[in-house]
């Protein structure tokens, strides 16, 4: 299994915690500010990326016959159900939730801070029914083989420990004919744009995310991290040999953040 630089970059360069540990630690440190740095640092357009991933997402669920925004007593269908990975604070469960109204959510994460903030959440608004949240690492995730039918990840697939076990292992949950949504960070490749999104990261978030939550590690993490991860078309690759089909991609804000998605193959007919 192939490793990568962005597998080795920590928050913490002095800890001797591996990288999971150190990104639990780190996402529990920034929990109670985690909501309001991401609208802030982002200016809100971080709402407009989950949407369009929530929508290739919900493609899948609809594929089954379930209709997005089905209103109650349309004609029955079971339940899809979208696994997210990565969940934090809920945000990306509770859009789904609102954008997807007859879908079933599961959502994990290696911070217990982070998901008591989501929990909160979800308890005010009332919509445990639709979403459960539990404590899960990417690379061992609690379920059976063709669990799913979608699975989203928004800006978590930076922080694996080893990128290809995590994709290998949600390609494993993924039912025939499900989908995996990513969305994550990358590098505008526009001259002019670049310099300046780079001066963002690596100047303006670590002292803001200081400023707000105390930690500018987290912050600079997120620089190191963008920087050294495998975007755009070496994304594409990995994700095919990781056995996804019609792998895609769709840069997002002048390339900013990019979505990704993968499909796990149908199995032919009879089998």
Known sequence: MANYSHDRIVPFKDSEAGKKQQVAEMF???????????????????????????????????????AAGSEAGAESHEPGEILDVATGTADMAIMMARYLPVVRITGVDISTGMLEIGR??????QLQQRITLQTGDSEFLQFPDETFDAITVAFGVRNFEHLEKGLKEMFRVLKPG??????????????????????????????????????????????????????????????????????RLHRLSLGICSLYTGEKAKLPAGR
Not at 188 to 205: C, E, K, M
Not at 208 to 227: F, P, T
């Open 178 to 247: 499900g989908r995996l949504v990513v969305l994550e960070f990358s590098q505008p490749h526009t001259p002019g744009i670049r310099q300046v999104y780079d001066l963002y990261l690596r100047l303006v978030a670590p002292n803001v995310g200081k400023m707000v939550s105390s930690s500018r590690e987290a912050y600079q993490y997120l620089n190191d991290s963008v920087k050294a991860f495998p975007e755009g078309a070496a994304f594409l690759r990995i994700l095919d040999g990781c056995g996804y089909a019609r792998t």
């Open 28 to 66: 529990d440190k920034i929990a109670f500010r985690y909501d309001f740095l991401n609208r802030f640092l982002s200016g809100g357009i971080d709402l407009y990326w989950r949407r369009r991933a929530i929508r290739e997402a919900g493609a899948v669920i609809n594929g089954k016959g379930v």
């Open 120 to 125: 909160q959440k979800i308890n005010r608004l």
